[in-house]
């Protein structure tokens, strides 16, 4: 019989617990999920990987969303393996819950998924979008000085994030609009 080793620096049992608390986010009692984010939170970068793969073959949007939930408690750990499996995932309800959790990151979030947007893919674009629109304020310089990137998609997505974001980013974009020469 052969015995399941962990990848560098998990252990046998830290991957277990991940998995029950895991399994754990789809508990009838809202109790027992919130329980399992905040655990999982606290096991941190161990427990992104299986996250993603939870969130990629979750049956339902409630299993999904507490996913997503606990990918984003844990922070600046998940958010390049998140951006990586979107890229990678073109599965909709994946990318969307993904984005989700990258936009209740905050602030942290911003710069790398503006950068993620330098890609062909449209509908990873979009849904990056729509996640620096759900940070929203703290968004906005930054998306500002990409305005002028030297990246014509960059550019042509702060611009259309900021049209997303309706009153919130209008004044970016009229500042930035050059004035005519006479």
């Excluded at 990151?105 to 710069?111: K, L, Q, T």
């Excluded at 062909?120 to 990409?146: H, M, N, V, W, Y």
Aim: net charge negative.
């Amino acid at each position: 019989m052969k015995s399941r080793k962990a990848p560098a620096g998990k252990k046998p049992e830290t991957e277990e617990r991940i998995h029950q608390l895991i399994a754990a986010l789809a508990d009838p009692s809202i109790d027992v999920r919130h329980a399992a984010v905040r655990a999982l939170r606290e096991y941190g970068a161990p427990a992104v990987a299986p996250l993603i793969s939870a969130l990629a073959a979750a049956p339902d949007a409630n299993h999904r969303w507490y996913a997503a939930i606990a990918l984003s408690k844990i922070r600046e750990p998940a958010l390049p393996p998140i951006l990586t499996a979107m890229a990678e995932n073109p599965d909709h309800e994946f990318r969307r819950y993904a984005a989700a959790a990258l936009g209740e990151m905050g602030d942290i979030a911003v710069e790398p998924m503006i950068d993620a947007m330098a890609t062909d893919d449209r509908a990873l674009r979009g849904f990056l979008s729509q996640a620096l629109c759900r940070i929203g304020k703290p968004a906005i310089e930054p998306l500002t000085r990409r305005l002028e990137d030297e990246n014509e998609i960059i550019r042509s997505c702060a611009t259309l994030t900021f049209w997303q974001m309706g009153e919130a980013g209008l004044p970016a974009i009229i500042q930035n609009i050059p004035e005519e020469k006479s």
